[in-house]
Each structure stands twice: as C-alpha cells, then as structure tokens.
C-alpha cells in the first residue's frame, strides 16, 4: 500500500505547491495502526442496526418525515449535514439512507460517493430527496439508487419508504 506524503512523521497529504508534492513514501501497514484498523472495523460490525438515516438540514423536513415513519415502525435517525452523516455512519447501520441533494456543508452527492467507497456499505439503497430533476440525474451518476421529489405528498412519501424497508428487511 503506498500512499503520498509531504514528509513521514506528519502523514499529512501534500499540498498543491508543495515542494514534495509526488513523492511517495513506502509506510508499511503496522506502522500506520493496524490495531486502530481493527478496533474501527470491530465498531462498525457491532454498530447499532436502524430502519433508516434521514440527512436533511431543513428541520420542517425532518419533523414531518419523523411524524409519517414513526406510526408505521420505522426507525428513524436523522443529521443535518455530510460531515455528521459521515460520523453517524460510522456507528449505526441503517437499512435506507434518505438524503437531501442542498446540505449546508457539502452536496449531498458527496454522501453517495463516501459510502459507496466503503466495503461494509455496498449495496446500501441511497435515495436522493431533491426538487430538482438535474439534480436526480447527477444523483443517479453519484450512485444514488434513486429520488423522491420534492415537495412530496406524505402518505406516497411513507409508502415508498416502507416498501423499500420491508423489501430490504425480508
């Protein structure tokens, strides 16, 4: 595994105008923590198992989105940004994520992108929450496996949502 480094002891990625910028240095596995690789890896497969991980900052959303899955059991975690996304991620695995295209601190693109990456979360259903049909497509080429439109109507809104956590529950 190599990876690229400004200098050894800061692991840090080098710069635009570094002046090492394209050398590489060789860090064997043990000495970048393999025990910390573990411990996060043991984490992960112990994690909480929820219905359904709602990533929206708009809190309107959020509270109706609690109010129309609460009645028909789903389990429902909600953040408000990729950042918290990310670290939510790390410690419960929901079986759908629902996740707003307009996120204050990245696009919600950047979430398909991240959990695709991980081994642990290939074929996680990801829908987009957009009211942009532009926006559906880049969702699409993200590795979204799909979208709800917005402003949706709620009881199709629970409907798809329970249908896509019954079929992954069974």
Not at 71 to 90: D, F, K, M, Q, W
Not at 124 to 150: C, H, V, Y
Request: hydrophobic share 40%; proline share 6%; with cysteine.
């Amino acid at each position: 595994m190599m990876y690229t480094y400004q200098n050894e002891q800061q692991r840090q990625p080098a710069g635009p105008d570094s002046k090492a910028r394209g050398q590489v240095y060789e860090i064997p596995i043990s000495q970048i923590g393999m025990e910390s690789w573990s411990a996060r890896r043991q984490a992960r497969s112990t994690a909480k198992h929820v219905d359904v991980c709602l990533i929206e900052d708009d809190e309107s959303i959020v509270g109706m989105v609690e109010v129309l899955l609460e009645p028909v059991g789903i389990n429902l975690v909600s953040v408000g940004s990729c950042e918290g996304a990310i670290t939510a991620l790390r410690e419960i695995r929901p079986r759908l994520l629902l996740v707003d295209l307009g996120l204050p601190d990245r696009s919600g693109l950047e979430i398909a992108r991240v959990v695709r990456g991980w081994n642990d979360y290939p074929y996680i259903p990801i829908i987009a929450l957009t009211a942009s049909a532009e926006r559906a497509g880049a969702a699409w080429r993200a590795g979204f496996s799909g979208f709800i439109a917005k402003p949706f109507e709620p009881k199709m809104f629970q409907t798809m949502v329970k249908s896509w956590v019954s079929a992954l529950t069974h």
